[in-house]
């Protein structure tokens, strides 16, 4: 159970530090957008739907990131004044309480709109330009991750 739980962990670490890098054409697509739209004529709707695209990823990858890294709200923040026996317990908690059932509500919900989005690669609706399954994709990755992470912190206290 030890090297299934390490295997996950480094495999969701690697993700976490690969995803970082869509900063950087997040940041290009934005800077982009104004000098398309008012010297070229043209793209700018483009990139803003792309930069929409590569945004979406950087969020469902860098929230899990965050909380990894304890940079995100945890539950020491409502318990710091308390004991760490009362804080591991009130982690636990709300990882089994809150993160995994709420997650995994999100997966099952979201599943049937993912699966019809990536059916017909849904485009935006209002340029037509392809790409928003990969918004709608992100949501269910974010869910996916949440999910995955939390039990991997619930493994990690039982090892």
Same mark, same amino acid.
């Given at each position: 159970?030890?090297?299934?739980?390490?295997?996950?962990?480094?495999?969701?670490?690697?993700?976490?530090?690969?995803?970082?890098? $869509?900063?950087?054409?997040?940041?290009?697509?934005?800077?982009?957008?104004?000098?398309?739209?008012?010297?070229?004529?043209?793209?700018?709707?483009?990139?803003?739907? =792309?930069?929409?695209?590569?945004?979406? $990823?950087?969020?469902?990858?860098?929230?899990?990131?965050?909380?990894?890294?304890?940079?995100? =709200?945890?539950?020491?923040? =409502?318990?710091?004044?308390?004991?760490?026996?009362?804080?591991?317990?009130?982690?636990?908690?709300?990882?089994?309480?809150?993160?995994?059932?709420?997650?995994?509500?999100?997966?099952?919900?979201?599943?049937?709109? $993912?699966?019809?989005?990536?059916?017909?690669?849904?485009?935006?609706?209002?340029?037509?330009?392809?790409?928003?399954?990969?918004?709608?994709?992100?949501?269910?990755?974010?869910?996916?991750?949440?999910?995955?992470?939390?039990?991997?912190?619930?493994?990690?206290?039982?090892?």
């Amino acid at each position: 159970m030890h090297l299934i739980v390490d295997t996950l962990d480094r495999g969701l670490e690697r993700l976490c530090l690969a995803a970082r890098w $869509l900063a950087l054409p997040l940041v290009l697509l934005l800077f982009l957008q104004w000098p398309l739209r008012d010297l070229v004529k043209g793209w700018s709707r483009e990139a803003n739907d =792309l930069g929409q695209c590569v945004f979406a $990823l950087y969020v469902a990858v860098s929230l899990t990131a965050a909380t990894r890294s304890g940079a995100h =709200l945890a539950s020491d923040a =409502l318990a710091h004044r308390h004991g760490p026996r009362l804080r591991r317990a009130l982690d636990a908690g709300l990882i089994v309480f809150g993160l995994l059932p709420w997650s995994l509500f999100l997966l099952i919900v979201g599943w049937p709109a $993912l699966l019809g989005s990536l059916r017909v690669l849904e485009s935006f609706p209002d340029t037509g330009n392809p790409g928003y399954f990969l918004i709608r994709a992100s949501g269910f990755i974010l869910a996916a991750l949440v999910f995955v992470s939390g039990l991997l912190a619930l493994l990690r206290r039982r090892a």
